[in-house]
Antibody
Framework: QVQVVQSGAEVKKPGASVKVSCEVS????????MHWVRQAPGKGPEWMGG????????IYAQKFQGRVTMTEGTSSDTVYMELSSLRSDDTAVYYC??????????????????WGQGTTVTVSS | QSVLTQPPSVSGAPGQRVTISCTGD?????????VHWYQQLPGTAPRLLIY???IRPSGVPDRFSGSKSGTSASLAITGLQAADEAVYYC???????????FGGGTKLTVL
C-alpha cells in the first residue's frame, strides 16, 4: 500500500524560498506519477506540477514556471518541491499526491489516489 | 475563475439523489481527457472518488458514479447520507495550458 508522508509546517518571509519533502513508501517511486497541489485558505486545489505519464517527464503549471522546482532525493524514495520568491498569497497547504498500483491506465492518467497529510506554508513578514 | 466550471452548491435530503456538473471546453474534457472526481471533508486532503470518467477506486461505495458527455461531466450520488456532506471537485487535463486543472468545487449540503 502506497503511503506518503510530508515534512512539517514552515513559516517564511516574503522573498524567501521553501522546500517541502514527500517520502513515499510501499511502492517504488520510479513507478508512480507524483504531483504537487496547493490549497489556499478557503480555496480549491491548485495544481503546481508533476510527472506526465504520457510524455514521461515533469511538467509545471504555467503560473509557477520559473519559480517551482521538483526533484528526487538521492535515496529515491523522497521527492521535493521548492518554491522561490515567496509572496503572501503563497500561504497555503501544500500536498504531494500520487497515483497508485490499483489505478488503471490510461484511465488514471493525472488522477491522484494517495495524498500526503499536507504541509502548511505561511508567508508573512 | 476555474477552467472547469462547477455549481457552487447543491443540496438534498437523506436518501435522495444529487448530481454535480463539471463543464469544460474543447481543450480539456472535450478533448477526450479523462475526468476525475474528489471529495474533501473539512481539514483533510482530497479523496479520489471517481477516475477515468466513471471508475471507482477500491473502497468507494457504488452510491457514487460518474459520467461524461461532450465537454461536460457529472458526478451522481444516490442514497444521500449525512457523511456525504463535503466539497466535491472535478479534475482533468487541459491541452492549452499543458497541465492539470481543477473545478472550483461544489459544496454538498445534506438537509
Amino acid at each position: 500500500q502506497v503511503q506518503v508522508v510530508q515534512s512539517g509546517a514552515e513559516v517564511k518571509k516574503p522573498g524567501a524560498s521553501v522546500k517541502v519533502s514527500c517520502e513515499v513508501s510501499g511502492y517504488p517511486l520510479t513507478e508512480l506519477s507524483m504531483h504537487w497541489v496547493r490549497q489556499a485558505p478557503g480555496k480549491g486545489p491548485e495544481w503546481m506540477g508533476g510527472f506526465d505519464p504520457q510524455d514521461a517527464k515533469a511538467i509545471y503549471a504555467q503560473k509557477f514556471q520559473g519559480r517551482v522546482t521538483m526533484t528526487e532525493g538521492t535515496s529515491s524514495d523522497t521527492v521535493y518541491m521548492e518554491l522561490s520568491s515567496l509572496r503572501s498569497d503563497d500561504t497555503a497547504v501544500y500536498y504531494c499526491a500520487t497515483d497508485s498500483p490499483g489505478i488503471a491506465v490510461p484511465e488514471g492518467y493525472y488522477a491522484m489516489d494517495v495524498w500526503g497529510q499536507g504541509t502548511t506554508v505561511t508567508v508573512s513578514s | 475563475q476555474s477552467v472547469l466550471t462547477q455549481p457552487p452548491s447543491v443540496s438534498g435530503a437523506p436518501g435522495q439523489r444529487v448530481t454535480i456538473s463539471c463543464t469544460g471546453d474543447k481543450s480539456n474534457i472535450g478533448a477526450d481527457y479523462f475526468v476525475h472526481w474528489y471529495q474533501q471533508l473539512p481539514g483533510t486532503a482530497p479523496r479520489l472518488l471517481i477516475y477515468g470518467n466513471n471508475i471507482r477506486p477500491s473502497g468507494v461505495p457504488d452510491r457514487f458514479s460518474g459520467s461524461k458527455s461532450g465537454t461536460s461531466a457529472s458526478l451522481a450520488i444516490t442514497g444521500l447520507q449525512a457523511a456525504d456532506e463535503a466539497v466535491y471537485y472535478c479534475q482533468s487535463f487541459d491541452s492549452s495550458l499543458s497541465g492539470v486543472v481543477f473545478g472550483g468545487g461544489t459544496k454538498l449540503t445534506v438537509l
